[in-house]
């Protein structure tokens, strides 16, 4: 089955950039859609941002719109985050995933995502 592990994760000051990657390995990712979902500290998972398969859409949170995108290159199994204008709001843990079905839609629900990388910590200073 697939594996998802995410890493570019770290600490950065406010304004300033990072970006993640999601490499996959155990099988391909490049006929579904990907998400990336984040978890602050006492919160749920919350939504970020999707892609799909074909790399002709994608959806993002409203407080992520203009600074996050989307992105990833189906012959490296990899998808990535690229995150500008980081706030100490963005600090959580930034996990990928992949969604289960329907590659017409991009889905924000985190259920309806099958398999999961372990995270990778962002952590913005002020």
């Known amino acids: 089955q697939v594996q998802l592990v995410e890493s570019g994760g770290g600490l950065v000051q406010a304004g300033g950039s990072l970006r993640l990657s999601c490499a996959a390995s155990g099988g391909t990712i490049s006929s579904y859609n990907m998400g990336w979902f984040r978890q602050r500290p006492g919160t749920e998972r919350e939504f970020v941002a999707a892609i799909s398969w074909s790399e002709s859409s994608t959806y993002y949170a409203e407080s992520v719109k203009g600074r996050f995108t989307i992105s990833r290159d189906n012959a490296k199994n990899t998808v990535y985050l690229q995150m500008n204008s980081l706030k100490p709001e963005d600090t959580a843990v930034y996990y990928c995933?992949?969604?289960?079905?329907?590659?017409?839609?991009?889905?924000?629900?985190?259920?309806?995502?099958?398999?999961w990388g372990q995270g990778t910590q962002v952590t913005v200073s002020s």
């Open positions: 995933a992949r969604q289960l079905a329907g590659r017409s839609v991009l889905y924000q629900t985190s259920y309806l995502y099958d398999f």
